[in-house]
């Protein structure tokens, strides 16, 4: 334990000294502008098996580099794949969440639950949570002090629970979320320098991602019960701690109504939407009546824009916190306020990725990779496993998923198109090795907020408490998750609808 607490001191001195995202993106754009430089001297190039073309390397730095830096600086960030999609995604999320549903929801998800339920209850709310993105620590961790306390057990238990269902289990929900929103833009980016006709929908891992989100909770609730529980009996609450108003746990009359009335509305629309696909010649459909390459699957988003705006406006109106129509787009507004770091975050990330692209380097380095491995002899489940360690390690000190996905992603996705992993089988990996170590990380500032909730219970308490209750949970959550993903690539089982998983 020693040892590891003092190497996760150095993860996070190391951590520290990373810039801002970013200004981390705009340093890799001057390095790439450099490396292509460089390589392109060198006369750099590599054949493409896919198309048959030879790619070689441009330089960044040329006459016509620059131009295109100048040029191709509105389009390559108003067409960045997943700006657009998650800009319409959280229309209809912003005003679930100011209406108070998504709250509501989580609220309802552990309260007035048994003893023996309330570690499942709260984990799976947990995985229902990653909805509302970064807005579920906020919400879900105290309440799951408060859960635990309501039925005589730690608080202490009830947060590390809460906070590990969020973080560990990041990119596992039985709902669609705005990260995949992100995740399937920026894998699409990533896929069409192989393939430019390859799009990858924010359900491209639904299956995978709903199987995950029930089997994660299991397993927190089996690690929580057998040996989380006996450590939290070591570590009583402080005499003095601070009490919360229980009654805040429980929901109102009107916000019963109001759950009541989202869940008709949604299930109105559910209905609405699939009696408008069940025609062979519905607008919704593809060609030849498929559904898998359809409006309905590759515009998903304006679909769950429509569905939350639906059952948040509903939930709203019974409740009182929508009083006027003026409400929605008053909240839309406030969602993309919310969203403003992410947006400043993006451009810098659509800049670097269009240079990445242009510059050629990206295509070589997957080729040559591609090639070497394949003369290596180095099989699929290896390289997934390679991944899995890499990512994991680096999402230590890069702790945000559309960041750190976003450097990585346009190098491993075409490589492994080229030893016949699918895409979507790539970002199903990526999902794990981003997810699972977050909970053990003092650079991610989720980490630090929880580490906050338990010292109201436990002032004592520092990073090495913290650490001490989530590794154990962080290394079976990884091991189980990995042997998930393995049992879909065994048996062929598909990620989602027509994403199958090689």
Aim: glycine residues 8%.
């Amino acid at each position: 334990m020693h040892l590891l607490l003092r190497a996760l001191d150095v993860v996070e001195r190391l951590g520290n000294k990373l810039p801002h995202p970013f200004w981390l993106f705009v340093i890799l754009s001057g390095v790439l502008a450099l490396a292509s430089w460089g390589l392109s001297a060198a006369g750099v190039s590599a054949l493409n098996p896919a198309t048959g073309k030879t790619i070689e390397a441009k330089n960044l730095l040329s006459a016509e580099g620059v131009r295109m830096m100048v040029t191709d600086a509105v389009k390559s960030y108003t067409s960045f794949p997943p700006l657009g999609t998650i800009l319409v995604v959280m229309l209809g999320v912003a005003v679930a969440e100011r209406s108070g549903l998504l709250a509501a929801v989580l609220r309802s998800g552990v309260s007035k639950v048994s003893p023996r339920w309330v570690t499942f209850a709260l984990a799976f709310t947990g995985m229902v949570s990653h909805v509302a993105s970064d807005a579920a620590y906020v919400v879900l961790i105290p309440l799951g002090a408060l859960a635990f306390r309501a039925v005589g057990r730690s608080p202490i238990l009830g947060i590390v629970v809460a906070f590990v269902s969020i973080s560990a289990g990041y990119d596992a929900s039985p709902l669609i979320t705005p990260t995949d929103a992100i995740l399937s833009g920026l894998t699409t980016a990533a896929a069409q320098t192989i393939d430019p006709s390859y799009s990858v929908t924010p359900l491209a891992n639904y299956f995978f991602s709903l199987a995950s989100s029930i089997v994660l909770a299991v397993v927190i609730t089996l690690v929580t019960e057998k040996i989380l529980a006996r450590r939290a009996a070591e570590m009583p609450v402080d005499d003095d701690a601070e009490e919360d108003d229980l009654g805040s746990l429980q929901l109102t009359r009107q916000e019963r109504r109001g759950l009541l009335a989202a869940l008709i509305a949604l299930a109105v629309f559910v209905v609405a939407l699939v009696l408008a696909v069940l025609p062979a010649s519905s607008p919704l459909r593809g060609k030849g009546g498929s559904i898998v390459e359809s409006p309905l699957l590759t515009s998903i988003s304006v679909f769950l824009a429509l569905g939350f705006l639906a059952a948040g406006w509903a939930y709203g109106k019974v409740a009182g916190t929508i009083t006027s129509s003026r409400d929605i787009p008053g909240f839309m507004a406030h969602g993309f306020r919310e969203m403003a770091p992410i947006l400043v975050l993006f451009f810098a990330i659509s800049q670097f990725l269009a240079y990445f692209k242009w510059t050629g380097i990206g295509e070589i380095t997957a080729i040559n990779g591609a090639g070497l491995l394949k003369s290596a002899g180095v099989s699929g489940p290896v390289i997934m496993l390679g991944i899995l360690v890499v990512v994991t390690l680096v999402n230590l000190i890069v702790t945000s998923g559309s960041a750190q996905w976003a450097l990585i992603g346009p190098v491993f996705v075409p490589m492994l198109m080229l030893l016949d992993i699918p895409p979507e089988t790539t970002q199903a990996l990526y999902r794990i090795a981003d997810s699972c170590t977050n909970a053990i990380t003092p650079m991610s500032p989720y980490f630090v907020m929880a580490l906050g909730f338990l010292q109201r219970y436990r002032r004592s308490a520092g990073i090495g408490t913290l650490f001490s209750m989530t590794v154990p949970l962080s290394f079976a959550l990884l091991v189980v998750w990995t042997l998930l993903f393995f049992v879909f690539w065994v048996f062929g089982i598909p990620l989602g609808p027509g994403a199958p998983v090689r």
